[in-house]
């Protein structure tokens, strides 16, 4: 049987080819640790040297502003828990918005538990986090303003450059969740402004279980892990050689080939959206901000139906994800659209498509065709 087609690139991406060749020397041959003052110590040293190199040429920082991780979540949370223990003295107030992932919301709830209060700002209907509520929330003792680049399940893009102009203006350091961001629209840590951005390496077509975060020279979180003096001291164990390479290799392709990526995508996320709204008409609604949203999501609304009604009749033919979980008759909407104020029998019914550079024409017409049918089943 064919495989379904795979519109979750949000979920993960699969390894772009090139990255699986810069690897293939790591996996069959250099097993040698970079710490190593011998021969086999050179190449690897120098292959995780380079991409830190290209990492920071993706981001437009100094090789020395990034350290490899295991992931987004592991960013995220030396990120927010570094500062929240680093700047202790200061103050022990965050404030991050609704919207987050889970890899910053139960970060934050943890630090509820060593006293840090977290203020959890609002978002408007397409998801976007107002700057001045942002300003509002700052008090004596707030210490870090977390918001994330783009939101993983409606793509919406939050105004980071004007929050951190804010976060700077009082002297609050900014980190941003930049996950889903990297490798599908261009994210500069300059020109945003910021101090610390995580980065998730599985949704750059690079493996899982490898992420980067960015810290701008002179920010000071406390060490992640502490043990050998390996990533300059950040992050104590032998470095993850083969993923750090693939994930330097996935940085390179997406600096090199971005503005042909976005319009790849781009045009087959807004050929998906058109196409469904032809054949349906009324009771589908987008999710999110039309213009301000990563080019490759599309979360959409089916009034009245259950996501994973729709997932049941499309799933050997589409692999998507649902905005909303049923579980023996009780739906739960996701956070991100109750945040929203998105109404419950659009919320339940709400998938997320998302687009990626292996998705084909063909296969945006096949999933138009295959949604419709459910949807009009369903429908009765
Ligand atoms: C916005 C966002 N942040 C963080 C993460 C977690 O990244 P990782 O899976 O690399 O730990 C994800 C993954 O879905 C994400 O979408």
């Known amino acids: 049987m064919a495989q379904p087609i795979y519109l979750d690139y949000n979920g993960t991406t699969p390894h772009a080819l090139e990255v699986i060749e810069a690897m293939r020397p790591f996996l069959e041959q250099e097993f040698g640790n970079p710490s190593s003052s011998h021969w086999y110590g050179i190449a690897p040293k120098q292959a995780v040297e380079k991409a830190r190199r290209q990492v920071a040429g993706l981001l437009n920082c100094r090789p020395e502003e990034i350290v490899f991780t295991s992931g987004g979540t592991e960013s995220n949370n030396h990120a927010i828990k570094g500062i929240a223990q680093s700047r202790r003295e200061l103050g022990k107030h965050i404030i991050t918005s609704n919207i987050e992932h889970p890899a910053v919301l139960e970060v934050c709830r ?3 538990e060593d006293g840090v209060k977290t203020t959890y700002v609002p978002v408007d209907r397409d998801g976007l986090v107002d700057p001045a509520e942002v300003e509002k929330a700052i008090r004596p003792g707030t210490i870090l303003i977390s918001i994330m680049h783009s939101n993983n399940e409606v ?14 203006r009082h002297g609050i350091t900014m980190h941003t969740d930049a996950a889903q961001s990297v490798g599908k629209v261009e994210v500069d840590v300059r020109a945003l402004g910021i101090d610390l951005l995580s980065v998730a390496g599985h949704k750059l077509y690079a493996p899982k279980g490898v992420g980067a975060l960015y810290i701008r020279q002179g920010v ?10 390996q990533e300059r001291g950040w992050r104590a164990g032998t470095e993850n050689v083969l993923e750090i390479v693939g994930l330097g290799k996935a940085c390179e392709i997406a600096k090199r080939d971005l503005d042909g990526h976005i319009s790849h995508m781009r045009n087959l996320r807004d050929r998906l959206h058109r196409g469904l709204l032809e054949t349906l008409g009324n009771g589908v609604a987008l999710n999110g901000h039309l213009e301000k949203r990563l080019p490759n999501t599309l979360s959409l609304a089916f009034r009245g139906l259950a996501a994973n009604r729709i997932l049941e009749e499309i799933g050997l033919e589409i692999a998507a994800s649902p905005g909303a979980a049923c579980h023996s008759d009780m739906v739960t909407i996701s956070h991100v659209l109750e ?3 998105i109404d419950r029998e659009w919320a339940m019914g709400t998938l997320r498509f998302s687009v990626g550079r292996m998705t084909t024409a063909d296969q945006i017409e096949r999933a138009i065709t295959v949604v419709t049918a459910a949807i009009r089943k369903l429908r009765g």
């Open 220 to 229: 000071q979180p406390a060490k992640f892990c502490h043990g050998a003096g």
């Open 339 to 341: 945040a929203m104020g």
């Open 110 to 112: 943890a630090l509820a």
């Open 155 to 168: 793509g919406t893009l939050q105004p980071i450059t004007e929050i951190s102009t804010i976060a700077r």
